[in-house]
């Protein structure tokens, strides 16, 4: 199911809604997820041939300015969420999957804003260890 919500957010951003943009609004409402560009490249490459990956770049940055998506950094590789609530992520060093850590002290962002004086827009928290599953699995 496409999220209308992402298409209406992209449209308040002055973006226009092409069929390209719309392939990757569709992936994209489809993986709750973290994924990567080349993931969402080679599947929407199936059905829209000409993009290029760095189309789906670009798309990717219209989705964040938009609110849609948030982006982290893990050993040089760039991953992408619709989950832009300020979160943890978890790396699991077991089956490679991340895992979304609500982080259990909102009030730290505000904190850190107050009293450092700064402005705290969003969090990239990484975590590496293993899983809730890998944990309590064999
Ligand atoms: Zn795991
Ligand atoms: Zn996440």
């Not at 829209?48 to 993009?51: A, M, N």
């Not at 982080?103 to 009030?107: A, G, H, N, R, S």
């Given at each position: 199911m496409l999220n209308t919500r992402y298409v209406d957010l992209l449209r308040k951003s002055n973006y226009k809604i092409t069929p390209q943009r719309l392939r990757v609004i569709d992936y994209v409402s489809n993986h709750p997820g973290h994924f990567k560009a080349e993931d969402v490249y080679t599947h929407v490459k199936g059905v829209?041939?000409?993009?290029t990956l760095a189309t789906i770049y670009n798309i990717f940055r219209a989705m964040i300015k938009s609110g849609i998506l948030d982006s982290f950094e893990i050993n040089g590789t760039t991953w992408f969420e619709s989950?832009?609530?300020p979160h943890a992520n978890l790396y699991c060093e077991k089956c490679h999957a991340f895992e979304d850590v609500e982080?259990?002290?909102?009030?730290l962002l505000e904190r850190l804003s107050s009293e450092c004086g700064i402005k705290v827009r969003t969090a990239s928290i990484l975590l590496k260890g293993t899983c809730r599953s890998c944990t309590t699995g064999a």
């Open positions: 829209e041939p000409t993009i989950n832009t609530i982080l259990p002290d909102k009030i």
